[in-house]
């Protein structure tokens, strides 16, 4: 089993849509979790971090499940400018940083 | 404040040779990493440095791989010899600290083609 598991997407939504990530990871001893976003051929950059609280900002929501081992990000009312990789990121002991494959999202006119 | 620098942007070299890339990272930032991109998937660590020492190696290919940071600010990452598979972008990025919480900052990489 992958440390770091996403959906594999890619996902094809319209514009304005409700779209929603998930992400799984096997060490229960990890304590910091975070989306990042890719746009093609470029670098990774935060888009927010994960709390235990669930947490907003605009039109982003993340939420984290500790005792499912889950963390999920929610895009409401979908914009073109959305299309990217998004990549969960979980950190454990000794810092050790744990990148998932990404999740790629297409939004259409 | 500028940003993590990363050269060259781009690089084709044929397999067997070697290839080396730099990094200078945001200033006053202590840790510093390197990851390595294959399409499609997500960026790998290779070698996180905390100033001038090693932290966590153990994905770095060390037969082949190599990595400093000699004076706790500047990198580089050496490959020799090169294989097909290690065609990838490597990135480089950078924190301020280790601790719980602190995010990454990344530079626009070097992509790699071994031919």
């Known amino acids: 089993r992958k440390e770091v598991e996403q959906d594999p997407g890619p996902f094809n939504v319209p514009e304005g849509a409700t779209v929603a990530f998930n992400c799984t990871y096997s060490?229960?001893?990890?304590?910091?979790f975070f989306w990042y976003r890719q746009d093609c051929r470029k670098e990774p950059k935060l888009l927010m971090s994960v709390y235990s609280s669930g947490n907003e900002d605009g039109r982003f929501t993340a939420q984290l499940n500790r005792a499912s081992q889950y963390i999920s990000l929610l895009i409401r009312d979908s914009k073109l400018s959305d299309s990217a990789t998004y990549l969960c990121v979980v950190r454990g002991g000794g810092f050790k940083t744990i990148f998932g494959a990404g999740t790629r999202l297409f939004v259409k006119a | 404040e500028a940003g993590v620098a990363q050269s060259p942007r781009y690089k084709i070299i044929e397999k067997r040779q070697s290839v080396a890339f730099w990094c200078n990272p945001i200033s006053g930032h202590a840790t510093l990493y390197w990851y390595q991109q294959i399409l499609g998937q997500g960026p790998k660590l290779l070698i996180q440095?905390?100033?001038?020492?090693?932290?966590?190696d153990s994905q770095l290919p060390k037969d082949r791989f190599s990595a400093e940071r000699l004076k706790g600010v500047d990198s580089t990452l050496k490959i020799q010899p090169a294989k097909l598979e290690d065609s990838a972008v490597y990135l480089c990025?950078?924190?301020?600290?280790?601790?719980?919480?602190?995010?990454?900052?990344f530079g626009s990489g070097t992509r790699l083609t071994v031919v």
């Open positions: 440095f905390q100033n001038n020492g090693v932290v966590d």
């Open positions: 990025a950078s924190s301020l600290y280790r601790g719980e919480g602190s995010d990454y900052t």
């Open positions: 060490n229960s001893a990890s304590q910091s």
